[in-house]
């Protein structure tokens, strides 16, 4: 999988987030450490207004996972307000290429 593929699948991944699409966007992932009501209770906290799809190459921070059966990727990418343009709140996901096909596992919403 080449790292755009990847990129492409994160900024899908928080794009879904963003605009609380939260049963789609667990419905890309194989695994979730958060539930639907975890997302929602994070954004709420903060009380800004999410944008979609601002993410580019450049905000994301990608380091390829060493020793695993695939090739793997630990993603953090940070979500986008109308208040403040790029936010401190970001989602870290995890993205296996696997045999069977990109494995997203949701890791969290945070700061860090």
């Given at each position: ?86 936010s401190d709140l970001q989602i ?21």
């Amino acid at each position: 999988m080449s790292t755009e593929r990847v990129q492409a699948v994160a900024i899908q991944l928080a794009g879904l987030v963003s605009q609380r699409k939260f049963a789609q966007a667990l419905g890309m992932c194989v695994a979730s450490r958060l539930t639907a009501e975890d997302l929602d209770s994070v954004m709420t906290a903060t009380g800004r207004s999410f944008l979609p799809n601002q993410l580019s190459k450049t905000h994301f921070d990608i380091v390829a996972i060493e020793g695993r059966g695939s090739p793997t990727w630990s993603i953090w990418a940070p979500l986008w307000t109308e208040e403040e343009g790029r936010s401190d709140l970001q989602i870290e996901m995890t993205v296996t290429d696997s045999p069977s096909g990109v494995l997203i596992e949701l890791d969290d919403l945070r700061v860090p």
